[in-house]
């Protein structure tokens, strides 16, 4: 029985008794003063649970994740084996120059993914490979004019909006971090043309930190396509929430590379190759003939 139960029980038996007490009160032997029935009662403290239930642990809720993800997962790394997408040869970790010191080498990663923003992989390596030729540090930046930045980078997407960018960033590099990259995303993307999926790959390729999931146009497509978020999302940045909500951590590095080149290859924006692929009858969004 629940302990407010039991109390419960207790007042109605303290109200027979004394109940009975008053008629036997009025026999008692005289000089033995009659205790007044209009006493206070004393306050009882009234507990609602159940003793059974006192210390029982709230049972927690099991992890939401995808049907079938792991599945998935497998089936695309087998499709990626050959390492043969645009993003392996020509991807930002090919970019910079790697013989380059520690400083200048973050520099190159960072002016890559600026560059990288609403463009293909092979402009973007192109347009990299002439600045470096040009030898790519922040004073030769800085040092060089707008027209000439222009004419190298071109024709990267949004080279114009780029080319202030690079300016406006490579100086507050040289004036607040003495010409290195921050080294947190809070700090990154305060930077003008710096992004949250810029910054996430900046920490993972030129610091080696796993920070966050880089989520670009092929990451939020495909994963979208496979339910890998609870309900629908607009905006990489939203997926990029939904999805390091249950993908384990150490899957977090990885799954950038892996379905970028899978959306290069295989799960194109238009026109997805369902007949090429391993998936086709586990996706939800398979066009199956």
């Not at 003793?51 to 695309?76: H, S």
């Not at 202030?164 to 700090?187: F, H, N």
Request: glycine letters at 6%; aromatic letters at 6%.
């Amino acid at each position: 029985m629940c302990a407010a139960g039991a109390a419960g029980g207790g007042r109605a038996a303290a109200r027979r008794l004394g109940r009975a007490g008053e008629a036997a009160g009025a026999s008692q032997p005289a000089g033995i003063p009659r205790r007044s029935s209009r006493r206070r009662r004393r306050s009882v403290t009234i507990a609602y649970e159940c003793e059974a239930e006192q210390g029982t642990p709230e049972p927690q809720k099991p992890r939401w994740e995808p049907r079938d993800w792991r599945q998935q997962l497998e089936r695309i790394r087998e499709m990626r084996k050959n390492r043969d997408a645009p993003v392996d040869d020509m991807g930002v970790q090919k970019c910079y120059d790697s013989s380059a010191p520690p400083q200048v080498m973050r520099y190159q990663v960072l002016l890559s993914l600026m560059l990288s923003s609403q463009t293909k992989d092979q402009v973007t390596w192109a347009a990299m490979l002439r600045l470096r030729q040009r030898g790519l540090t922040v004073d030769s930046i800085l040092q060089m004019d707008d027209a000439t930045l222009g004419q190298i980078i071109y024709p990267v997407g949004f080279w114009r909006n780029k080319v202030k960018y690079i300016k406006q960033t490579t100086a507050i590099l040289k004036q607040k971090y003495g010409g290195d990259i921050p080294r947190s995303v809070e700090e990154l993307v305060q930077l003008p043309g710096v992004g949250p999926k810029m910054a996430h790959l900046a920490m993972n390729i030129a610091w080696d930190s796993v920070s966050g999931i880089a989520v670009d146009t092929h990451v939020h497509r495909i994963t979208n396509r496979l339910q890998w978020v609870k309900k629908e999302t607009k905006y990489p940045e939203e997926t990029r929430v939904a999805l390091e909500e249950w993908l384990p951590r150490d899957l977090w590095r990885e799954i950038n590379w892996l379905l970028v080149g899978f959306g290069q290859q295989t799960c194109l924006p238009v026109n997805p190759r369902c007949s090429e692929c391993l998936n086709q009858d586990i996706c939800p969004a398979a066009k199956r003939h």
